[in-house]
């Protein structure tokens, strides 16, 4: 072989090796980034199957408290007779027994306690519908049927403590004894004040002392004094709507003071200073008819509170938002019945490690758990 070719495959093997060496680092991870948008992968075998028989109906509500606890409020009563067969008399089935309307769980997915439904000294409501967990060590539950128009206080294992308006009729978004189906509560510690997201029967957010119960304040879209007048079907090409929509779907509250609400029909996420006044909106996937495309708010747990996660039941996907502009930075999820996908997502939560929890209705009636993968908390 002569000088001159060896020389050239010698250049020929080193070049395969360099590209060789290239590719093998093209297929490596590349390793997350502090400040990376956050990334989720679900993890299927979370929670671990129920004890007693139990199944879950519609899920109502989900909330983690300062343990890093996953509370649910579910609705036994939307069970249809096949899923609760172990239940009628005669039974029909082997399986299954509706699970109490609480439930709590840690993280790995163990049910840790359970309790809900009719007890002495209070009405229980009519379709379970939202759950908040203070760090006084108390369970805020409400309800969206005709007359659930109140949110019961319970102790964590369910002795009941105290309520906000009754379980009787409605008198509108300007009374200040009397809820309107009220969808979500949020609690500001600092201040000892419960913000109700009410909801499907008004048209407000409405603030209590979360104590003694007494009312502090209220409004409507914009700051505006809330308005009961029908209004037409949400229209895209229409101009804004001045007032909420039913439902108010959630309100949650953010360390810097910020107080964001879902106005879940009119596709928007408001923002107010906790008085009441009006700072700024964010519209999300403005076509969307039906349910509407905001249907909860989670606040994200780095020290910034950088992310806003938005739960879409109509469009079946959770949006990831930068707080600052509403900017949408990353999605997961779609229209499904797979683990990580979702029929009518609810409402979602998440820990301080980064953890999303969600809950489904209508057919969905489960919970997921979804993992954070990316380096998004520093």
């Known amino acids: 072989m002569t000088p001159t070719l060896n020389r050239a495959r010698f250049k020929l093997s080193g070049l395969l090796s360099a590209c060789i060496a290239s590719a093998a680092l093209l297929a490596l991870p590349v390793p997350a980034q502090a400040g990376d948008v956050p990334t989720f992968a679900v993890d299927p075998s979370w929670p671990k199957p129920l004890p007693n028989n139990w199944i879950l109906g519609q899920v109502g509500g989900i909330t983690v408290d300062w343990q890093g606890h996953i509370w649910i409020i579910h609705r036994p009563r939307s069970l249809t007779d096949d899923e609760k067969g172990a239940s009628l008399d005669p039974p029909r089935s082997k399986c299954c027994v509706?699970?109490?309307?609480?439930?709590?769980?840690?993280?790995?997915?163990?049910?840790?306690?359970?309790?809900?439904?009719?007890?002495?000294?209070?009405?229980?409501?009519?379709?379970?519908?939202?759950?908040?967990?203070?760090?006084?060590?108390?369970?805020?539950?409400?309800?969206?049927?005709?007359?659930d128009n109140a949110i019961l206080k319970f102790t964590l294992d369910g002795k009941y403590v105290s309520q906000i308006g009754t379980i009787a009729p409605s008198k509108g978004s300007n009374d200040t004894t009397q809820l309107g189906k009220p969808a979500e509560t949020a609690i500001d510690k600092a201040a000892d004040e419960i913000y109700v997201a009410d909801g499907y029967g008004n048209r407000r957010v409405i603030v209590f002392d979360a104590s003694s119960g007494a009312y502090k304040r209220h409004w409507g879209a914009y700051g505006n004094k809330p308005d009961d007048a029908k209004q037409p079907p949400y229209d895209p090409k229409a101009p804004v709507s001045q007032q909420f929509a039913n439902p108010v779907h959630c309100v949650k509250l953010a360390n810097d003071g910020l107080v964001y609400v879902c106005d879940r029909i009119n596709n928007r996420i408001q923002v107010f200073k906790k008085d009441g006044t009006f700072v700024k909106e964010f519209f999300f996937e403005k076509n969307t008819l039906g349910n509407g495309a905001v249907w909860d708010i989670a606040i994200w747990p780095d020290p910034k509170q950088t992310y806003l996660l938005s739960a879409d039941g109509e469009n079946n996907e959770i949006r990831i938002i930068k707080r600052d502009d509403g900017t949408v930075v990353g999605s997961f999820g779609r229209n499904g019945r797979n683990a990580g996908q979702f029929h009518w997502v609810h409402a979602m939560a998440v820990d301080a490690r980064g953890n999303v929890y969600t809950a489904e209705v209508d057919t969905g009636k489960r919970i997921q758990k979804f993992q954070l993968t990316s380096d998004a908390l520093k």
């Open 98 to 147: 509706s699970a109490p309307p609480v439930l709590e769980f840690d993280s790995e997915g163990n049910l840790l306690r359970s309790w809900g439904g009719p007890g002495a000294g209070y009405k229980w409501v009519g379709r379970e519908h939202g759950i908040e967990v203070d760090e006084r060590g108390f369970v805020w539950v409400g309800g969206n049927a005709d007359n």
